[in-house]
């Protein structure tokens, strides 16, 4: 699993998608693409993509899915379940959304309409991404506290539930300076 700070964690999305016409979903990790599929139209498909990502030691990692299709349809959703990496849940509802909207459908009357607090179902093609940070354990995420970046994603909202240790067991229960009560 460890070698060289490098961090091989499983990674699980479990999602739903239909649309009218045939959907494609890809899942990216840093640039690389880790799963593609095409689905049938007209069908509800559940799946839940898994793959393996070696992730570094200490940095920030995007996570970027991709819902496209070949025509615009109203009728269309991607519904994100779950986010696992390396058995850690992952807030499947701290995302950024970057939906492709032609600006015409926006127009005075609709504008204040536009909701985009989905509860991660997202009925628009576009890209949706995660930010994660990976620690091999307890130190690397105290040395990685004193990297400026690190700290201006914590004051940018950034939170230890994404936050992914190679061995996510309790880190505080099994320190020896914590007593129970």
């Not at 990297?147 to 992914?164: C, E, H, M, Q």
Request: net charge positive; proline share 3%; charged share 25%.
């Amino acid at each position: 699993m460890h070698t060289n700070s490098k961090l091989d964690f499983k990674n699980e999305f479990g999602f739903e998608v239909y649309s009218d016409v045939d959907p494609t979903v890809i899942i990216c990790v840093d640039g690389v693409e880790k799963y593609r599929e095409t689905f049938s139209s007209g069908i509800k498909h559940f799946r839940t993509a898994d793959f393996y990502h070696v992730y570094e030691d200490k940095q920030k990692s995007n996570i970027e899915i991709f819902f496209q299709g070949n025509k615009e349809v109203s009728n269309k959703y991607i519904k994100l379940n779950s986010i696992y990496i390396n058995n850690k849940k992952i807030d499947h509802l701290a995302y950024y959304y970057f939906p492709d909207i032609d600006p015409k459908w926006i127009t005075p009357e609709t504008e204040d309409r536009i909701y985009i607090n989905n509860g991660g179902i997202f009925g628009w093609y576009g890209r949706i991404k995660y930010e994660i940070r990976t620690v091999l354990d307890a130190n690397s995420h105290y040395i990685a506290g004193s990297d400026p970046n690190y700290a201006l994603t914590r004051v940018l909202g950034f939170s230890n539930k994404n936050l992914i240790y190679q061995n996510n067991k309790n880190l505080r229960l099994n320190s020896p300076w914590y007593k129970k009560l």
